[in-house]
């Protein structure tokens, strides 16, 4: 099926598209244990999620068995639970595990399952009878990259795979090289991902977690260059093209092979 793509009229303030591949210190579970303090932040001061969310209510169906890979505060499974879902939540990261809870709390609604290991942990026979396979920004922190987790979703076998990613348009190619799946559809959007801080320092503080080292001068003053100051808060304005691709696997009769 030919991808669409939706056009939005905005304006840009601060877009740098995610790069292909990760700093090291940026997929470890202690770095999102850190993140955790600003992931909230972010989460409550944007719609980032919203039209994935829109998409995922229009392709889910009670009863399915879900996967989410890298669930963070649970933005997407707690939604598709509450859509009927049985929802495995994946997140590695305390800190992240967390918010989950806390988000469990506040909707009263939980996953079926929050599960603490790393996607690159999860071994085969763990990942049966699945009905749908997500990740929504969260391939390109895995310790063995990108198109190998990916790879490995497909290998599971599920029904249906979801990538949610804003990595490397187009230099990284999501298409599958056999006929097992066929991306069935796929749209991209522009996602607000401001973030907003109580004041700068805390801005500098997010700064040297994302750099992994105390910014320079330098740094500090582009970032301050980009600050607005509004309702109380100094806001980072951001705008990201965010990618959604969908596959389903094949009814085929592709034969027994004989060893």
């Known amino acids: 099926m030919k991808a669409t793509t939706k056009k939005v009229a905005f304006m840009v303030f601060f877009f740098a598209p995610m790069p292909t591949e990760m700093p090291p210190h940026k997929k470890t579970t202690a770095y ?34 879900v996967l989410d890979i890298g669930a963070g505060n649970g933005i997407l499974s707690l939604p598709l639970q509450r859509l009927g879902c049985q929802v495995t939540a994946l997140e ?45 920004n969260s391939l ?14 497909f290998a599971s076998g599920p029904r249906h795979v979801c990538v949610v990613t804003e990595m490397g348009f187009p230099e990284i190619s999501l298409r599958r090289d056999d006929d097992a799946y066929q991306l069935s559809q796929s749209r991209y959007f522009l996602a607000d991902s401001s973030y907003a801080y ?5 801005a500098w503080e997010h700064l040297a977690h994302r750099l992994g080292r ?30 959604i691709f969908w596959w389903t696997k094949q009814r085929k009769n592709r034969g027994i092979k004989c060893s």
Not at 37 to 57: C, D, G, K, P, T
Not at 98 to 121: H, M, N, S, Y
Not at 140 to 153: E, I, N, P, R, V
Request: charged share 25%.
């Open 32 to 65: 999102w244990d850190a993140q955790a303090r600003w992931q909230q932040i972010w989460l409550e001061h944007n719609h980032y999620h919203r039209e994935v969310l829109a998409f995922l209510a229009g392709k889910v169906a009670p009863g399915w068995r």
């Open 92 to 136: 590695p990261s305390s800190g992240m595990r967390a918010l989950l809870l806390g988000e469990c709390r506040r909707v009263q609604t939980a996953p079926e399952k929050i599960d603490p290991r790393r996607w690159e942990e999860v071994p085969a026979g763990d990942l049966r009878d699945f009905d749908l396979l997500l990740a929504c």
């Open 140 to 153: 390109q922190l895995t310790l063995c990259g990108f198109q190998a987790a990916l790879a490995k979703m």
């Open 198 to 202: 109580h004041h700068l320092q805390e």
């Open 214 to 243: 105390l910014p320079t001068a330098r740094e500090k003053g582009e970032i301050r260059e980009k600050l607005v100051q509004k309702h109380n808060r100094f806001w980072l304005p951001g705008t990201s093209r965010v990618g």
